[in-house]
């Protein structure tokens, strides 16, 4: 707002041009009446109709007066309404395309609908100097002129105008934020429909048309109920004003008579009166009612979501995670529900780019819900799950997404080909950024026996082993720009050396790696080892571990049977 105020501030001699033209606008709603009133009064009703006629002449002069200042006004409007727009534009576009959500791509759908609200804006600006500044201007003059022709039927007039707009400013914030909610409404409903279209392979391949259209549906009900909800506020808003208007020319009627008859009017003024009424009060007021329920709100509304979705300064603090955050796990407790003993207790971690971690325990024992809490989808009953300093849980979801990746060990493959399936979640990934992901991970000759990117891959990858179909999904997330990638088992389908493999180019690509290992041999390449057994879970590197943590030690005899406690197993 206070960006828009100072933008058209910077525009002031536009904006005293118009003023100055608005005047010249306002002359014939000034002499209007009184000129009508003359003629009665010194032309016809005085037996010289030729008076008459002259000054009824000279109405309709100022009349062509009052259109050339119209006129003008028109033609200096884009002078200060096509500059804001410009300057609102560049404001908020630079924000968006800087915006650290989105670092690969700018976000396009953030740009359009901003820039709708920018074109709102912009219209709603003209709107409010052409219309609410002319019925303003007029409404002004016209009283003016009939207080100076009628002063006996001031009062008349002016306080049914003032109680009716009395009322209707105290209308104005329900109507405002009724507005709003319409606003609201059309967004959530192109929302809704824009993500089920976007991602109609998944609606499909998940058999989730119906809870899709559902969805749709429930927010097309919610923005016609808003929209009704509007439009039973404007219609309460337009009786309000209609009685004001109509009014004082009821009250004239009844009171002009005796006026008239005890000599404090003339026939002239009373003429004069009417003109002013119905020829400019009345509609002014009717004009500037419905430009400031419409227009002003749509500009006032406009302006709030514009604040509200334009990003204001990249890399801000709070949930705006800085790209390459860290992880800090405080004292972190989970439990599946309110009575279930809780998964995990005790939890406390530091993770920082770089580091590998591997996480080891037996089946069940909650390694799976502490990869859920890393993403963020839940959230502890107790302690803090940190990432870049806010809780992971709170950050912006498109940030989350792009910034931690997790692999599990049911892979999700579609028909197409296997580069839309690679580039699902790196749609700007170029096919050489594919084929190094793919090269990476180990799985270029499974793209070679496929027939290249080209190929395609038949329902949730049939005719793949299930191997093949790990590989292709840690290819997928190999080329994104997550900087947590979390695999939970998502090897488990491969051979002892081509999991290694896929680890080792996991952990050389940078970022923050967690492994949650079905073979102990992952432990053994990880920098620090987690070991969970329902316990406090203990953290350390794989030789303190051996030494310290008798489950780790069972685990790595079950695992490994030819190791020894006290002959520590070499590095793999
Ligand atoms: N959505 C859920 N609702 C309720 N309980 C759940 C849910 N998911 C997991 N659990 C329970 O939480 C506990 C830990 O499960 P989790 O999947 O985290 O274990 P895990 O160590 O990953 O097991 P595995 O090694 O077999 O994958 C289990 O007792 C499981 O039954």
Redesign the pocket.
């Known amino acids: 707002m206070r960006f828009y105020l100072s933008t058209l501030a910077g525009h002031r001699r536009g904006v005293l041009v118009l003023l100055g033209w608005s005047t010249l606008e306002g002359v014939p709603a000034f002499f209007g009446g009184k000129l009508v009133g003359t003629a009665v009064d010194e032309g016809f009703a005085a037996g010289n109709p030729l008076a008459g006629v002259l000054w009824l002449l000279a109405f309709a002069a100022l009349a062509v007066l009052g259109a050339l200042g119209q006129r003008q006004v028109f033609a200096r409007l884009g002078d200060v309404v096509e500059p804001m727009r410009d300057a609102l534009v560049t404001q908020v576009v630079k924000g968006v395309l800087s915006d650290p959500t989105h670092r690969r791509t700018p976000d396009a759908s953030a740009v359009a609908m901003i820039t709708r609200h920018v074109e709102v804006v912009r219209d709603a600006t003209a709107g409010v100097l052409v219309q609410a500044r002319a019925l303003l201007v007029t409404t002004i003059a016209a009283l003016i002129g009939l207080a100076t022709t009628a002063a006996a039927l001031i009062w008349l007039v002016v306080l049914p105008i003032l109680v009716a707009l009395l009322l209707f400013g105290l209308m104005l914030p329900s109507l405002a934020r009724r507005q709003r909610d319409a606003v609201m409404a059309d967004e959530r409903t192109a929302e809704a429909s824009g993500s089920v279209l976007t991602g109609l392979r998944d609606v499909a391949a998940c058999t989730a048309s119906d809870e899709a259209g559902a969805d749709i549906a429930r927010q097309v009900d919610q923005q016609a109920r808003a929209t009704i909800t509007v439009a039973w506020a404007n219609s309460l808003r337009a009786t309000v004003i209609a009685v004001g208007g109509f009014a004082p020319i009821a009250l004239l009627v009844a009171f002009a008579p005796p006026l008239v008859a005890s000599g404090r009017l003339t026939t002239g003024a009373v003429l004069a009166a009417v003109v002013y009424l119905t020829g400019s009060v009345n509609p002014a007021l009717h004009g500037l009612a419905r430009t400031t329920s419409t227009v002003v709100m749509r500009l006032m509304v406009a302006l709030k979501r514009l604040q509200e979705v334009a990003p204001r300064d990249a890399g801000r603090p709070g949930d705006q995670v800085p790209a390459h955050g860290g992880f800090l796990l405080q004292d972190v407790a989970f439990g599946?529900?309110p009575d279930a003993e809780p998964?995990l207790r005790g939890l406390s971690l530091t993770l920082r780019p770089g580091d590998h971690l591997a996480v080891v325990?037996p089946?069940?024992?909650?390694?799976?819900?502490?990869a859920g809490l890393l993403t963020g989808l839940m959230a502890p009953d107790r302690g803090s799950v940190l990432f870049g300093g806010a809780r992971v849980d709170r950050v912006t979801p498109a940030v989350r997404h792009h910034a931690i990746a997790l692999i599990p060990q049911e892979t999700y493959l579609f028909t197409g080909t296997v580069r839309e399936n690679l580039a699902l979640l790196a749609p700007w990934a170029t096919d050489r950024d594919l084929a190094e992901a793919v090269e990476k991970v180990g799985a270029a000759p499974l793209l070679d026996r496929l027939g290249g990117l080209d190929a395609t891959l038949g329902h949730a990858g049939e005719g793949l082993s299930a191997g093949e179909a790990q590989l292709l999904a840690l290819a997928r997330v190999y080329a994104t720009s997550a900087s947590v990638v979390i695999l939970d088992?998502a090897t488990s389908h491969l051979d002892p050396a081509a999991e290694a493999r896929v680890e080792r180019a996991f952990a050389q690509r940078g970022g923050i790696l967690v492994v949650?290992a079905h073979r102990l041999s992952s432990a053994l390449r990880a920098g620090r080892v987690l070991v969970?057994d329902g316990g406090k879970p203990l953290l350390g590197a794989h030789e303190h571990l051996l030494k310290t943590s008798a489950l780790y030690g069972q685990l790595m005899l079950a695992w490994d049977p030819t190791h020894r406690e006290d002959t520590p197993l070499p590095k793999r």
Do not use: C, L, Q, R
């Open positions: 599946w529900s998964v325990g089946s069940g024992i909650g390694k799976s819900t502490m088992e949650i969970m």
